[in-house]
């Protein structure tokens, strides 16, 4: 590939939270669609996060974090009622998902999202944002960046990957041949580059050039929450700049062990505002929100 001096535009769409450190009293701006625009924004892309937030404590917290970062927030609705948020616990470094409330985060794309979208290099959403029904009129707008998470069921790859510009994949519990094994199940169904992380093992990806390998940059584990979302936003920018991809992987490895360094997705604390009496564990949200999302499909 050839370095193209552009500088991306990417829209991400959908989820966020605050994520509630209890123990400390903190909270944090996060989620994986808001900690994506963030993080393209500081690998020098433009970025406009599309989303929506309550008129509450963490709501303005998210907005005034977003845009002290540089993202654009003309997309970035208030609605009535709560603002998501994510109960964190650590384990040694590593973060834990106690549980959890999706507040008015979960939203369908306006005109004005679309045309924003169509407007834009890329478009990025994922798994926990339940927009699964909107990805065709995405990929035929923008290039289409799609975070499966842990996601691995092959009926919803098929379906998902033949939009994908970039299908992402969080494969830390996977050995190297069940990484490559995915890897190249994603590409078969249609995506044209597909990254699986894999934390203190490194990261592949694959495409139309082939297949790379990058080990883990050296990290102080403070908090891992966030790291995957800043290997797919500077992979994602990578890709859009047409950089070569070893050089993609190995700037996203280092940017991704510098984010375990630091409390939050990116930082921006503020005292713990949310009524953690509404959190339901995940499990029981994805299980409701992905039957919905089946019945709508």
């Known amino acids: 590939m050839n370095k193209c001096n552009k500088r991306p535009w990417v829209?991400?769409?959908?989820?966020?939270?605050?994520?509630?450190?209890?123990?400390?009293?903190e909270m944090y701006p996060g989620g994986n669609t808001l900690n994506l625009s963030v993080f393209?924004?500081?690998?020098?892309?433009?970025?406009?996060?599309?989303?929506?937030v309550a008129d509450d404590a963490a709501g303005r917290h998210i907005r005034?974090?977003?845009a002290a970062e540089g993202v654009d927030i003309s997309g970035l609705r208030t609605l009535p009622g709560s603002t998501a948020f994510c109960v964190i616990g650590n384990s040694n470094g590593d973060r834990e998902f106690l549980g959890a409330d999706l507040g008015v985060s979960m939203i369908s794309p306006e005109p004005?999202?679309?045309?924003?979208?169509?407007?834009?290099d890329a478009v990025h959403t994922g798994r926990s944002s339940h927009a699964d029904r909107f990805l065709e009129g995405f990929s035929a707008r923008a290039k289409l960046?799609?975070?499966f998470a842990v996601i691995r069921d092959p009926g919803r790859i098929a379906r998902i990957a033949p939009h994908c510009f970039l299908a992402s994949f969080s494969g830390g519990d996977l050995t190297k041949d069940g990484a490559e094994a995915l890897l190249q199940n994603a590409r078969a169904a249609g995506?044209?580059?597909?990254?699986?992380?894999?934390?203190?093992?490194?990261?592949?990806?694959?495409?139309?050039?082939?297949?790379?390998a990058t080990p883990a940059a050296?990290?102080?584990?403070?908090?891992?929450?966030g790291a995957g979302d800043t290997f797919i936003?500077?992979?994602?920018?990578?890709?859009?700049?047409?950089?070569?991809?070893g050089t993609v992987l190995t700037s996203a490895a280092r940017m991704s062990a510098e984010t375990c360094g630091q409390r939050g997705g990116f930082g921006h604390p503020a005292p713990l505002e949310v009524d953690q009496s509404l959190a339901k564990p995940l499990s029981e949200i994805y299980l409701v929100e992905e039957a919905q999302e089946a019945a709508r499909a």
Do not use: H, Q
Request: overall charge negative; hydrophobic content about 45%.
């Open 233 to 245: 936003a500077r992979t994602l920018l990578g890709l859009l700049r047409e950089e070569e991809p």
């Open 112 to 120: 004005a999202d679309l045309k924003m979208i169509a407007a834009a």
């Open 218 to 225: 050296s990290a102080t584990l403070t908090d891992t929450l």
């Open 11 to 25: 829209v991400a769409f959908g989820d966020n939270v605050v994520d509630c450190y209890a123990d400390r009293g």
């Open 191 to 212: 995506a044209t580059w597909v990254l699986v992380t894999r934390g203190g093992d490194g990261a592949l990806l694959a495409g139309p050039d082939g297949t790379f």
């Open 40 to 52: 393209v924004r500081r690998s020098g892309g433009r970025a406009s996060y599309v989303g929506a």
């Open 64 to 66: 005034n974090s977003l």
């Open 145 to 147: 960046s799609f975070d």
